[in-house]
């Protein structure tokens, strides 16, 4: 299904105009029609909750429940560094939200959330415009019983000079795609002697990627890999080690901060083996269009950058009314309820939900959106009842950090294993591409999830293993 073949089967009928001059889809609802859910977010937590919810609910008609999104498809956002690197075709991954609607009934709403009236229990919808500009879908509001925010975080520059004009974000399809491109031009104009120039008179690629986190590491080993594969298909004749560089920038004291010292330092011996240059303690101060700049004086190459360092709540957050953390995001109670509206809940990373066993808040990854969507499912449906909410309890069951082809490592932690085992080779790999598994199963089920990984096998047995135009 195309996008625009999605957007029409989304489209609303408007009924009434609110004061704000946003079109509505109807009157408030009186006691005879179906309560009201819309979950504003199709991310990874998003669509599965409301997956769960119009299988369950939906279907028989029991709740109205409505997703809302500003783009037209889903793809699992932990695979945006696949995109990038042309590992993925994205094409393949994606998941038009107006098919999933239809397949497990619920409604699909595209656009951007711009506010919410509290009062008349609305949220105001921006409007849908094509490539060209033109309105496909006008301003709206959308009326509800309960709201539930699950729109993620985005991309935080730090107000570093150049950062924002000149290195590219991992938030969106477009986005990584948009660093595919620019990476292949670059080699291509690179092996012509349209490019730089090393100090050994041979021509040169210099990626440099800020930000050493799970985002940064897994992209640089993606695009080691990348240079091998680009060179084997005569796209370029460069060196894909010597002649391709690749420099990983942390602030920090070591990369990947998050995860134990242990995990941080065997992911950093194996980048070095694959000539990955990795820097540590080194603050970023400017972004130029062909260098980055470092608080320590260091002038490092780059031809492309990727910003990688951190992320932030979206703005439209701190505009609600609703309490926000520090970091904008939404405060949230142990049942996941803002503070001050038990009618809003939010979850993943947009919202600041409390971790007592760590006297801290849940950390912003996959992880706990899922676990939130399928606590939110039972919460909802108990809070429909009638009957008293649970409260939510993060379990951290470890972190994984893909190294592509050539490995992966990271940490489980449990019950099961009393307390926590590193992990690396073939078994992390197996751990880390169960998790894009599981969420494939939370959308699809189990028969259509083993369907997807046949069809994927397939394929990869007839396409290059990196996307070439």
């Not at 195309?2 to 609303?12: I, L, T």
């Not at 595919?180 to 008179?201: H, S, Y």
């Not at 930000?211 to 897994?218: C, F, I, L, M, S």
Request: with cysteine.
């Amino acid at each position: 299904m195309s996008n625009a073949q999605g957007r029409e089967e989304s489209a609303p009928t408007f009924t009434q105009t609110t004061q704000s001059g946003m079109q509505a889809d109807a009157a408030p609802r009186t006691a005879n029609q179906r309560h009201r859910i819309v979950v504003v977010g199709g991310g990874a937590g998003g669509l599965e909750l409301v997956t769960r919810l119009g299988d369950k609910l939906g279907k028989s008609r029991r709740v109205q429940i409505t997703l809302v999104d500003r783009m037209p498809t889903h793809i699992w956002k932990p695979l945006l560094h696949e995109v990038a690197a042309g590992s993925m075709d994205p094409n393949t991954h994606q998941l038009e939200y107006a098919a999933q609607a239809n397949w497990h009934h619920f409604e699909f709403q595209q656009g951007e959330l711009t506010g919410i009236d509290r009062a008349q229990k609305c949220i105001q919808v921006s409007a849908c415009l094509d490539q060209d500009g033109t309105e496909l879908l006008p301003a709206r509001a959308l009326p509800y019983d309960t709201l539930v925010l699950a729109i993620g975080c985005i991309t935080h520059f730090f107000n570093v000079p150049g950062a924002a004009e000149h290195a590219i974000a991992l938030d969106t399809v477009d986005q990584a795609e948009r660093f595919r491109r620019k990476l292949i031009a670059a080699c291509v104009r690179a092996q012509n002697g349209k490019g730089r120039i090393g100090d050994d008179g041979r021509p040169r690629v210099d990626v440099a990627i800020i930000g050493a986190g799970a985002t940064g590491v897994e992209l640089s080993a993606e695009l080691r890999n990348t240079a091998h594969v680009l060179n084997a298909y005569g796209l370029h004749q460069l060196d894909p080690r010597r002649d391709v560089r690749i420099h990983v920038i942390e602030a920090g004291p070591r990369i990947l901060p998050a995860l134990s010292e242990r995990v941080s330092a065997e992911t950093t011996k194996l980048l070095r083996k694959l000539d990955v240059d990795v820097f540590t303690s080194e603050r970023v101060t400017e972004v130029t269009d062909d260098a980055v700049l470092t608080a320590s004086g260091k002038h490092i190459d780059a031809d492309l950058t990727v910003w990688a360092a951190g992320i932030t709540a979206p703005g439209v957050l701190r505009t609600l009314g609703l309490p926000v953390s520090k970091m904008g995001q939404l405060v949230v109670g142990p049942t996941l309820q803002t503070e001050t509206d038990p009618d809003i809940f939010a979850f993943g990373d947009c919202a600041a939900a409390p971790w007592p066993e760590k006297q801290t808040t849940v950390p912003p990854r996959a992880q706990a959106a899922h676990q939130q969507a399928t606590f939110l499912y039972d919460a909802l449906r108990a809070r429909l009842d009638g009957k008293p909410l649970p409260t939510f309890g993060f379990k951290d069951f470890g972190s994984l950090v893909s190294l592509g082809h050539f490995s992966a490592v990271g940490s489980l932690m449990g019950g099961l294993i009393g307390g926590s085992m590193f992990i690396e080779g073939l078994m992390a790999r197996f751990m880390y591409t169960s998790l894009y598994r599981m969420h494939v199963l939370a959308l699809h089920g189990a028969i259509g999830m083993g369907l997807d990984t046949v069809t994927h096998w397939l394929r990869s047995k007839t396409s290059p293993r990196v996307k070439l135009h």
